[in-house]
């Protein structure tokens, strides 16, 4: 590019050329030179990390091979028995002599020794080679107890070593394991080998490589070699056995920094043309490794590879597809390959770098993996570095009972099992960093999936002897107080695996703490992609699943799905099983979130990130052509700066069969209870279906041909995709006040928001679920509505009246359906919950023979009620349902909510769950006989009476609705001619009423002993969501003789027609909370000094 402009620019002939002409050559030439993609821009909001430059020494250091004191191997003098030793078989043991240091300087490739023993005394070093194919070994095992030595981090070994290990695999492995240096490298003294550093090990595309290019353009300075392999990973959605599309090329020729690509980089000329297409655009690139090293171990390959091989054919069950495609590696195939392997254990010593691990790891044998740090408890000298894993039987690396250890900077490729593998959960302190792995496989049944969120357990059996192999990943981290920074992730059933433990595992099992539990290290600039194709909860970082002993103590169990039992991560300050308290969850004030930073996702048919479990932070987060960015059913979960790329227009390359049309292309999905969501400074590019052909047209907030994606099959979307979601689907899983976002932006992007009642899916006329008219989402700042100001989101569903239609000033969405308040247009308006009680045979059929669903058949929920706001405007209103399964989530500050039942007045109503603002008042109203007494009670379950202390508080009665909702929360008012009930609903301490005199506290107030706070909330820049406490509760209790048709009502009838004129004489109700003589002259609800009608 720059040749030919300086030639146009300095030729003669440009007279020739017209000066505009010219003016947009030189530009279109000079924009094509700055489509290469530098490391500093290979990502849009995140940063991703490079590992620093190795120290490459002008002069050698120590140079074990070249000691004076070395004795030579093929010398017979060197030997007991004044001979070299020639061939045997594994039980021909060849002991090196005591207090010696023996040097192997030439090949012996016809060779193949015994096992090898090398004395604590003693040392075995390998020398370098000037023959063509350098020094080859081979042996049928090491037993290591001095040393192993090839080279030094001074002294690198650039020639050629090979060290091939032989040996079938016993048809009794399972019953009968062999010692560790069968087949093996086991290691009790020191093993330090150093292959020569090549920097970096792996990077990523500048440039897209098409089908039939000989040249590849990479982002770094690379001292690659030719005649080496590298891998060129793929970019297309699925990276599994049976299809994908990495490559294994050769390398002819390298070049530095080249002209064409603007001076920076590498441009890897190839013996042959690539295949497949690979992906480098400004969102994602295609990542490359170099495979080969100058040390070589690697199983022998007449015995080494499995007998059962998997034939590629296989298809999933009952005619099922995945997103169009069929095919699924067959079960129970490559279960029997045996390569070698390297462990390094009890008090061993491990420093491998630059060393290139083939045919290796030994399938569902314990402890048989490509390198392996065993039980060696702190080992900070220990290191796996710079080196290559590729065809491995089983694993990658494996940390097991070891701590600050280093990974880094290694490339793994075809794998089967969880790749980088921390093994027990014990493993802390420890750094994987820099590693690439890619095409990594399952072992036994099919890939884990399931319905809804559940996957059935799997069990360890001889086919599975770790169960989460079921649903292998590419980085497996059973702790997180390690460092994870800068690895990419390709293929696998998840890019990156977080488990969660109960207690440790194998031999650590009892450890006295919950792995699951402990406080994060850092968590930075990870990457993955190509993965998540087998179950659509899964995909590039999934925090989830559960591994677990059977009630026997000895059988491992494996859940993938979402787990109630034993899937819950509680990261606390203090291990509560530190204390006997292992089932006790971690106090409020104690409890910290998984921090997770700059990660990137990108080509998950399903979700980029997937969180069953609470407490989890994403700073810095990019997801391009996935499904879904972020899935997270959890409490406690925050996002912040976020680009959610739904779609980048480059083509998505699938399996035969397969369409991007199958595929989401969401933003992120509110879920319906029991979840704390805040999202800030994040941005949503062409998400959502833009509309046409059978459904409406999605053109509300952006008119663009370009927005959101549509019906290509290799660019677009399924037409219910949208750029935020509320899956709301049945009458059990009901909102509270959960969600909250800010500094939201939007481009080009089709559907923004859909309310997805999945009732619908099956009849029309049935109700709408009580998810979906409860729904709600604080939009702190109105980015995402549009507003420009705080906003209140609401359900727009008919069926909820107008409990969210509370003005003429609200904004309709009506391809929502949602409602916008303007929560300015009233002094006080917030959000509040509650969870009712007051029918418990009702309520205890709920989910079970009623309030099932959706489904075929269908059962909603009866209406045993309604709830609406006070006033005159809303007198018509049918009000929002209350159901046997009786939550109420809605706009509090107004005049009041009237609650009203159809069988009359509850003999006990308990109002749990309560969600609201301490500033916010949450007036509720209820009808009783005027004739019938009532107790209000506020009850607090962790406390115990005291001088300091009360446990509960007897509500006490004031004269007026103005006094109660300027009360403190425990106050009534009855009216005397109606018997209208008014209480405050407040937020309180379940483990206090008062101190001993009742307090309402705020979200500052000090817990009991000055230990934590005395309500809880979910903060985050800025947004403040309140978090409920099932241990407090308000009674109301009513004197009076039980009905004889529902015992839990009154006999006596109340009158449910109450309806009092909450405005001031000549006024008239314009809001839930306002009145107004007209729109320049209006009171709203706080204002108490304005004389009501009652």
Request: hydrophobic residues 30%; glycine residues 10%; contains cysteine.
């Amino acid at each position: 590019t720059v040749s030919l402009i300086d030639s146009v620019a300095s030729s003669n002939i440009t007279y020739l050329l017209d000066e505009a002409i010219l003016s947009t050559l030189v530009v279109t030439l000079v924009g094509a030179a700055v489509d290469f993609i530098r490391p500093e821009s290979s990502s849009e909001r995140v940063t991703i990390p490079f590992p620093e430059q190795p120290h490459f020494y002008d002069t050698e250091g120590h140079c074990p091979h070249l000691d004076a004191d070395l004795l030579d191997w093929h010398d017979p003098t060197t030997w007991p028995s004044k001979s070299v030793p020639g061939a045997g078989s594994y039980n021909d043991e060849i002991t090196l002599p005591e207090d010696s240091r023996i040097l192997i300087s030439q090949s012996m490739p016809d060779v193949v020794h015994g096992k090898i023993y090398i004395p604590e005394s003693s040392q075995l070093v390998i020398g370098e080679s000037s023959s063509e194919g350098g020094i080859e070994i081979h042996a049928h095992g090491f037993q290591v107890a001095g040393g192993l030595i090839a080279g030094s981090e001074g002294c690198q070994i650039h020639t050629k070593i090979r060290i091939v290990l032989h040996g079938s695999r016993p048809d009794d492995i399972m019953s009968n394991p062999q010692e560790p240096d069968y087949k093996g490298i086991a290691v009790t003294g020191e093993l330090s080998l150093h292959g020569k550093r090549y920097f970096h090990t792996w990077t990523r595309l500048s440039a897209t490589s098409n089908s039939g290019d000989t040249s590849l353009f990479l982002q770094h300075n690379v001292n690659w070699e030719s005649g080496q392999e590298i891998l060129l990973v793929t970019t297309a959605i699925k990276d599994s056995r049976e299809w994908h599309q990495n490559e294994v090329l050769t390398i002819d020729y390298v070049q530095s920094n080249p002209q064409e690509q603007g001076g920076f980089g590498t441009k890897v000329n190839l013996v042959m043309p690539v295949e497949y297409t690979h992906l480098a655009n400004s969102a994602y690139q295609a990542e490359v490794g170099v495979l080969t090293r100058s040390i070589v171990i690697e199983g022998f390959e007449g015995d080494s590879e499995p007998i059962d091989p998997d034939n590629l054919l296989c298809v999933l069950k009952n005619n099922k597809k995945n997103y169009g495609v069929p095919g699924v590696p067959c079960t129970e195939k490559e279960l029997t390959g045996f390569g070698a392997h390297v462990i390094i254990m009890h008090t061993g010593v491990g420093q491998v770098e630059g060393v290139e691990l083939h045919r290796v790891g030994q399938t569902n044998v314990m402890g048989r993996y490509p390198m392996h740090f065993h039980l060696l408890g702190d080992c900070p000298q220990c290191y796996f570095k710079a080196s290559s894993v590729h065809r491995s039987y089983y694993r990658c690396a494996t940390i097991h009972g070891t701590n600050h250890a280093t990974v880094s900077e290694n490339v793994f490729y075809d794998a089967i099992g969880n790749c980088l593998y921390m093994e027990d959960g014990i493993e802390m302190f420890n750094t994987i960093s820099y590693n690439l792995g890619a095409h990594v496989h399952m072992i036994g049944p099919a890939p884990a999936t399931g319905a809804a969120q559940y996957i059935d357990v799997v069990s360890q059996s001889d086919k599975l002897l770790v169960p989460s192999d079921v649903a292998a990943v590419v980085f497996y981290i059973t702790n997180v107080h390690n460092n994870v920074i800068g690895n990419a992730a390709s293929g696998g059933w998840a890019g990156f695996g977080f488990p969660v433990l109960y207690d440790c595992l194998g031999p650590s099992k009892g450890c006295g703490f919950r792995p699951s539990n402990v406080l994060p290290l850092t968590i930075d600039g990870n990457t993955a992609h190509s993965t998540g194709w087998w179950w659509y909860h899964t995909g590039g970082f999934y925090l989830s699943g559960s591994l677990y002993y059977d009630t026997d103590g000895t059988t491992l169990l494996y859940n993938a799905g979402r787990d109630f039992e034993y899937g819950k991560r509680d990261i606390c300050v203090e291990d509560q099983c530190l204390t006997g308290n292992c089932g006790r969850a971690c106090p409020t004030h104690l409890q910290r979130p998984l921090s997770i930073s700059n990660s990137k996702t990108f080509l998950i048919p399903g979700v980029g990130a997937n969180s069953w479990i609470g407490n989890v932070e994403w700073h810095g987060f990019e997801s391009h052509d996935n499904g879904l960015a972020i899935e997270a059913l959890s409490r406690g979960f925050w996002v912040d700066n976020m680009v959610v790329n739904c779609r980048t227009g480059d083509k998505i390359a699938f399996p035969p069969g397969g369409k991007a049309t199958k595929m989401k292309g969401n933003g992120f999905n509110w879920y319906a209870t029991g979840q704390l969501h805040i999202i800030t400074n994040s941005h949503f590019r062409r998400c959502g279906y833009r509309g046409g052909g059978n459904t409406a047209v999605f053109d509300h907030y952006d008119e663009g041909s370009g927005r959101g994606c549509g019906d290509d099959p290799e660019t677009g979307c399924r037409d219910d995709s949208t750029t935020f979601g509320f899956p709301v689907h049945n009458d059990i899983d009901t909102p509270e006040v959960m969600q909250g976002t800010k500094a939201i932006t939007f481009e080009n992007c089709g559907r923004r928001f859909y309310l997805r009642d999945r009732r619908f899916k099956y009849e029309d006329h049935y109700p709408s679920t009580m998810s979906a008219r409860g729904s709600n989402w604080i939009d702190a700042d109105g980015s995402a509505s549009g507003l420009d100001e705080p906003v209140f989101m609401g359900s727009g569903k008919k069926d909820a009246g107008l409990w969210w239609q509370i003005d003429d000033s609200v904004v309709y969405d009506e391809q929502g359906p949602l409602w916008f308040i303007k929560k300015n247009d009233g002094p006080e308006r917030g959000l509040a919950h509650m969870k009712l009680s007051f029918d418990p045979a009702m309520h205890d059929q709920a989910g079970k023979t009623i309030c099932t669903g959706p489904g075929v058949p269908d059962n909603p929920c009866p209406y045993l009620g309604k709830i609406r706001h006070m006033g005159y405007k809303y007198q018509e209103d049918e009000g929002l349902p209350i159901t046997a399964n009786p939550d109420v989530a809605g706009l509090v500050g107004g005049y009041s909510w009237l609650l009203t039942f159809n069988e009359g007045s509850p003999i006990e109503l308990l109002i749990r769950e309560i969600e609201v603002y301490p500033d916010t008042p949450m007036v509720l109203s209820i009808p009783y006989p005027p004739s019938v007494p009532v107790t209000i009670t506020a009850h607090s379950k962790h406390c115990k009476n005291s001088r300091k202390y009360k446990c509960t508080e007897v509500f006490h009665e004031v004269d007026s609705i103005d006094a109660v909702r300027h009360s403190d929360g425990n106050t009534y008012h009855r009216d005397g001619k109606n018997g209208l009930l008014t209480i405050r609903v407040v937020m309180f301490s379940s483990k206090f009423t008062g101190t001993p005199s009742w307090i309402k506290p705020d979200f500052n107030t000090p817990g009991k002993k000055g230990v934590g706070l005395a309500i809880d909330s979910f903060q985050r820049a800025g947004i403040t969501i309140p978090q409920k406490n099932a241990n407090a509760w308000i009674s109301i209790v009513a004197d009076c003789t039980p009905s004889t048709n529902n015992t839990a009502y009154c006999s006596d009838e109340p009158d449910n027609a109450i309806n009092p004129d909450v405005c001031p004489e000549g006024y008239s109700q314009t809001s839930y909370d306002t009145c107004c003589i007209d729109q320049t002259q209006c009171v709203d609800a706080s204002d108490s000094s304005i004389a009501r009608k009652q």
